[in-house]
């Protein structure tokens, strides 16, 4: 005779299966979830990452139009004292029309060294630093007009004409790296 068979057996494979299905489907279901919500933080960080570096390219940019701004008015500056300090020496000009002038110098080379430390570039933070030491050679010039009570056209000129070809180098830098930033990545 056959072995009689439990009644429970079938019903206990059936909850068994049902149990194991219903938490193989849970396991999935929240791997799933968990799968989803990781991709959607790193896509957040990637995107917030994006934004970061859009957000300093702009600040860059904007820094270095800035410098450009401010290293032609030192070097304009610059010259007009040196030139004023000439027409001084000569008894041309008050000697407070100089001062001014040295104070404008100061204020644009001020801004200069302030803005040079935000750039990243460190080409045009040398070229910038180049330019500074001969627009100061330049100022040296203009209080050097007043001491020896002399006014040397020729040499003022000559160190105009190095600061001007400073200033176009750190420029043109400054040009490649701003349009370097633009470029599609």
Request: charge should be neutral; charged fraction near 25%; hydrophobic fraction near 40%.
């Amino acid at each position: 005779m056959a072995a009689e068979v439990n009644p429970w057996v079938p019903v206990l494979g059936t909850l068994g299966g049902a149990l194991l299905g219903g938490l193989a489907s849970f396991l999935g279901g929240v791997i799933g979830q968990w799968m989803t919500l990781k991709r959607e933080r790193e896509s957040r960080e990637h995107d917030l990452e994006k934004s970061r570096e859009r957000l300093w390219e702009e600040f860059q940019v904007k820094t270095l139009i800035d410098l450009q701004d401010a290293l032609d008015g030192m070097n304009r500056a610059c010259f007009r004292m040196a030139n004023l300090a000439g027409q001084v020496a000569q008894g041309n000009y008050p000697m407070e029309r100089a001062i001014k002038a040295e104070a404008a110098y100061h204020t644009a080379r001020n801004r200069a060294l302030k803005l040079m430390v935000r750039i990243e570039d460190k080409g045009v933070r040398a070229l910038a630093t180049e330019l500074c030491s001969v627009v100061d050679e330049i100022r040296q010039l203009g209080i050097s007009f007043v001491a020896c009570n002399r006014y040397d056209v020729r040499s003022l000129n000559s160190a105009y004409a190095e600061s001007t070809s400073k200033f176009a180098e750190a420029n043109d830098r400054i040009g490649e790296v701003i349009r370097g930033s633009h470029r599609p990545h």
